[in-house]
């Protein structure tokens, strides 16, 4: 499975925007690029995924480079129950198995 | 729709001894995916079953097995438990959207081994 980077943490203000990067250079043509989040204590959560072009849904925004190999995952306007770790994972066309990384602990600061 | 359900949500059981946990996936779904969380390794893949039938599996030894009813309920069994098998263990129901899948979590069962 192709493989993904993330930052291992990243703060942001109460009500701002924020931008979770992900790379995967060697993502493959059929490759889904998925967002969950685990939020402390609870299983994960789905959060939107996307394949060539820009996704926008109720929690968030995902944006996706022109030639796939990096993407961001947009909140709008973050609040504290978006504290939470982001997991960025590629899965092929029509697999149902999620390899999780590390994922990025996302702090947000009243 | 009621979510994905877990039990029980807390076990503690003995190094030997087997273990059964269920889950009960959104209604609707047919597929049923296993993940094992711990501090040292994360979110780990275990299996996933789709009308009765594993289709995919992760790299667990044979100790942990699975299996799917009728009604999509599956349960995964672990047996002649070691410590290090004490994890969160989470199931996931999905469906089919366009050609990929969106996964719902339950919130878990937490297993102690001692």
């Known amino acids: 499975d192709a493989k993904t980077t993330q930052p291992n943490s990243m703060e942001s203000n109460e009500e701002g925007p924020v931008h979770l990067p992900c790379n995967h250079s060697?993502?493959?043509?059929?490759?889904?690029i998925h967002w969950y989040r685990q939020l402390p204590s609870q299983g994960p959560e789905y959060v939107i995924h996307?394949?060539?072009s820009n996704v926008n849904n109720r929690m968030a925004s995902l944006a996706i480079a022109e030639d796939r190999k990096s993407s961001t995952l947009i909140l709008h306007r973050a609040t504290l129950r978006d504290a939470a770790v982001y997991y960025c994972?590629?899965?092929?066309?029509?697999?149902?198995?999620?390899?999780f990384g590390t994922g990025t602990r996302l702090t947000v600061i009243p | 729709k009621a979510g994905v359900t877990q039990t029980p949500r807390y076990l503690i059981k003995t190094r030997g001894q087997q273990v059964t946990l269920s889950c009960s996936p959104i209604?609707?779904?047919?597929?049923v995916s296993w993940y094992q969380q711990t501090p040292g390794q994360g979110l780990q893949f275990l299996f996933e079953?789709?009308?009765?039938?594993?289709?995919n599996k992760g790299n667990f030894p044979g100790r942990f097995s699975g299996r799917q009813f009728s009604n999509s309920r599956s349960e995964m069994n672990v047996s002649t438990l070691e410590l290090g098998d004490s994890a969160l263990y989470l199931c996931?129901?999905?469906?089919?959207?366009?050609?990929?899948?969106?996964?719902?979590f339950g919130p878990g069962t937490r297993l102690t081994v001692t």
């Open positions: 996931a129901s999905s469906f089919l959207r366009t050609d990929t899948y969106e996964q719902y």
């Open positions: 060697t993502i493959s043509g059929t490759d889904y």
């Open positions: 996307g394949l060539t």
């Open positions: 994972i590629l899965t092929l066309t029509g697999a149902n198995n999620l390899f």
């Open positions: 209604s609707g779904h047919r597929s």
């Open positions: 079953y789709f009308s009765e039938t594993q289709r």
